[in-house]
């Protein structure tokens, strides 16, 4: 059924046109975004000023979410302007994900996927975010 619905030349650049299906199926049934954006809160939460979170993913989802968790301003997101002057939860330290080299992916073929990221506690986050919830 799902080799029907992709098209021949796709399904000759690419192995099994299911694979991908049922890959999103799993990530939507067993909730996989939804934890790991849960995992990603607790342990910012507990992370010091300046402190470093790596983060391993293996799919797009994954390496968008974990990108562009942290990288947008304090202020919550049903406010309409930012107040915090756009202070962001964390930076990114390498401005690429790092991946496996050559010899890596040939001494092991599920590191093709991997991408680290690391990113760092703002400081100045943590300035801010203290000052707001000091205030009544």
């Known amino acids: 059924l799902v080799a029907a619905a992709v098209p021949p030349a796709e399904r000759r650049k690419h192995k099994n046109p299911a694979r991908r299906t049922f890959q999103a199926v799993r990530i939507a049934v067993n909730g996989e975004l939804d934890a790991l ?15 470093r979170l790596c983060v391993i993913t293996f799919h797009s989802l994954e390496d968008r979410l974990v990108k562009n968790k942290f ?63 000091a205030e009544p």
């Open 37 to 51: 954006n849960e995992g990603l809160e607790a342990l910012f939460d507990r992370l010091a000023p300046g402190g």
């Open 71 to 133: 990288r947008r301003c304090i202020c919550p997101p049903e406010q309409p302007v930012c107040t915090c002057g756009g202070v962001p939860r964390a930076l990114l330290v390498t401005r690429r994900p790092i991946e496996a080299d050559a010899a890596e992916q040939a001494a092991n073929r599920r590191s093709r996927s991997a991408k680290l990221r690391v990113l760092e506690k703002n400081a100045a986050y943590h300035a801010v975010a203290s000052t707001n919830q």
